[in-house]
Nanobody
Framework: QVQLVESGGGLVQTGGSLRLSCAAS????????MAWFRQAPGKERAFLAA????????NYADSVKGRFTISRDNAKNTVYLQMNNLKAEDTAVYYC????????????????????WGQGTQVTVSS
């Protein structure tokens, strides 16, 4: 069964850090690009970062480049998002995502390119 479970969200002050984790079933994780998105109230789901299956290729949205780092541990079927220097505008629900098998290695930047989603984890940055 396809499953993605995010964790690590919470309340943090401006300038602080958080590390999100996304544990996946092997069927969802193996051989696929993995990505992180976020959705703030009243806004569309926005791409943050993607990482290739081997971890050698990453892509970031301009809004988080230099502050967020995506990584993965294929032995643990887990993808991470290290978030540093957090700002109030980073407040959102954060989701991990995996593409459908037919496009497993695509480094998509839109939500429509991903088929599998976790339930999300809330990140709140207070000023």
């Amino acid at each position: 069964q396809v499953q993605l479970v995010e964790s690590g969200g919470g309340l943090v002050q401006t300038g602080g850090s958080l590390r999100l984790s996304c544990a996946a079933s092997e069927r969802t994780f193996s051989g696929r690009t993995m990505a992180w998105f976020r959705q703030a109230p009243g806004k569309e789901r926005a791409f943050l970062a993607a990482i290739s299956w081997g971890g050698g290729v990453t892509n970031y949205a301009d809004s988080v480049k230099g502050r967020f780092t995506i990584s993965r541990d294929n032995a643990k079927n887990t993808v991470y998002l290290q978030m540093n220097n957090l700002k109030a505008e980073d407040t959102a629900v954060y989701y991990c995502a995996a593409p459908r098998l037919s496009t497993a290695q695509a480094m998509g930047v839109t939500a429509g390119e991903y088929e599998y989603w976790g339930q999300g984890t809330q990140v709140t940055v207070s000023s």
